[in-house]
């Protein structure tokens, strides 16, 4: 019951440089808020691996200064204790917040864009302590930067990007940075290209990767406690006017971490739910 | 003095009144999914005097009906396509409006708005010089202008005064 609650009560995403609302569910995208638009999503994100499994769940708050400048804040929790490596893709227990800056902006014919973004945050320690290999470090902040590229159409998607986030050295303890890095290919049916009073649904596939640096424990490192991995799966995104609704699993096609200290990570899995509250707000003539 | 400035002050507001968009058929750009075109009508509910809004996704079109006596401004219209993150092509406009200007250089005002446009006939044998200084309603066509900018140009299909 009490995870029930939980659950219930908060979810995850993964990270503020992902994208949430308007793309993928675990992959780097560049959709930003409008002008004044108040966004909120909140979801849950899954890693299931032989050494135990991890929920994190939390909530993500986004609003649009500019039609190309969104400041947003991610207030995570982190559940159960698997033994995993240090993910950026994934949220973990750090509080975050940031800026996005869409910089290239192309409007090419109805219904396409082309357009980057580049996103740029500061990861603070939680309360929580992390488990396995993580456990016991001592945490301190980091900063992330992420930049996206792609297509958005009526019909197709496609976005390429890639992040890394530095963390601080903290009393001769260091958190793995990481590098992460996705591509996804996204399709809406023609029979699904309707009005916006009915669901919109598209789905995608999400190819994403990532590695993580050594893990330093009281100035030592931990041998073998780098790791690299890339996984692959589907997601769906359904959107009925200021609700989207989320949801993707994903397999590891690669990887190369040590299974006596990570144990194999098998799947990921994501839901996410967000509420986008626009502005009606013009100024008079 | 001032009763006489009154006097034509009531006279006229009648007439002023009368100039207002009734109809703006945008063509948007960039719009690729539902929260968009809901950002859009939001946006274009948002202007007062709008009455409904109506938005095509796989053509782009955003058809805005306006209320009688309503002074909202082109302006506005692009105003919330920009501050989503679209681009507004022409727009396809039913405006009543003050035709002043010459024979030779026409000019619609949208008295209670500050637009301004000069007319420029689509068809040859379009003859308005009865027309000046009268109260007209123009069908037309007002060009895509650049980011934050507002054209000022209306390429008229018709215009009939309006009685």
């Known amino acids: 019951m009490k995870s029930f609650i939980v659950l219930a009560c908060a979810f995850a995403l993964p990270c503020i440089a992902l994208a949430a609302d308007h793309g993928p569910v675990f992959s780097y995208a560049t959709p930003v808020n409008s002008e004044r638009e108040l966004s909120f999503d909140s979801g849950i994100f899954g890693r299931s691996g032989s050494l135990g499994t991890q929920l994190s769940t939390g909530s993500s708050f986004g609003y649009g200064l500019t039609p190309q400048i969104t400041v947003n804040a991610f207030l995570p929790a982190t559940f159960g204790g698997g033994s995993l490596p240090e993910s950026r893709m994934v949220s973990g227990g750090e509080w975050s917040t940031g800026v996005s800056w869409r910089f290239l902006h192309s409007v090419t014919s109805v219904g396409k864009r082309v357009e980057s973004t580049a996103s740029l945050g500061i990861v603070v320690p939680g309360p929580q302590q992390d488990s396995g290999v993580l456990a016991g470090l001592h945490r301190a902040p980091g900063v992330a930067g992420s930049l996206a590229s792609g297509l958005a159409s009526r019909s197709q998607y496609f976005w390429v990007g890639g992040g890394y986030t530095r963390f601080r050295e903290a009393s001769n303890d260091h958190r793995p940075d990481t590098l992460s890095w996705s591509g996804v290919y996204g399709y809406r049916p023609a029979k699904l290209r309707r009005g916006y009073d009915k669901w919109d649904y598209r789905g995608f596939a999400e190819l994403t990767g990532e590695h993580t640096g050594n893990v330093l424990k009281s100035g030592a490192t931990r041998p073998g406690s780098s790791t690299t991995s890339v996984w692959l799966g589907p997601s769906v995104l359904a959107i009925f006017k200021d609700v989207a609704i989320s949801g993707g699993v994903q397999a590891p096609v690669f990887r190369d971490a040590s299974d006596s200290i990570y144990g194999r990570e098998h799947l990921r899995f994501a839901i996410n739910f967000s509420y986008l509250k626009y502005s009606s707000h013009t100024s008079s003539h | ?163």
């Open chain 2, 1 to 163: 003095m001032k009763k006489i400035i009154a006097a034509a002050f009531f006279v006229l507001l009648p007439l002023a009144a009368h100039a207002e968009y009734e109809q703006v058929n945008l063509t948007v750009f960039g719009m690729d999914c539902a929260p968009c075109a809901h950002a859009i009508h939001v946006s274009m509910k948002g202007i007062e005097g709008v009455n409904t809004v109506d938005v095509d996704l796989n053509t782009g079109l955003v058809i805005i009906k306006l209320a009688p006596g309503n002074s909202a401004s082109m302006r506005q219209f692009n105003q919330a396509v920009e501050k989503n993150g679209f681009t507004h092509k022409d727009a396809e406009v039913i405006v009543k409006g003050n035709l002043t200007g010459t024979a030779n250089a026409p000019v619609l005002e949208v008295s209670g708005t500050s637009d301004r446009y000069a007319l420029s006939a689509t068809a040859a044998n379009l003859d308005i010089v009865s027309l000046l200084g009268k109260t007209v309603t123009v069908v037309g066509v007002i060009p895509q202008a650049p980011k934050g900018k507002q054209s000022d140009t209306l390429l008229y299909k018709t215009i009939t005064e309006v009685r």
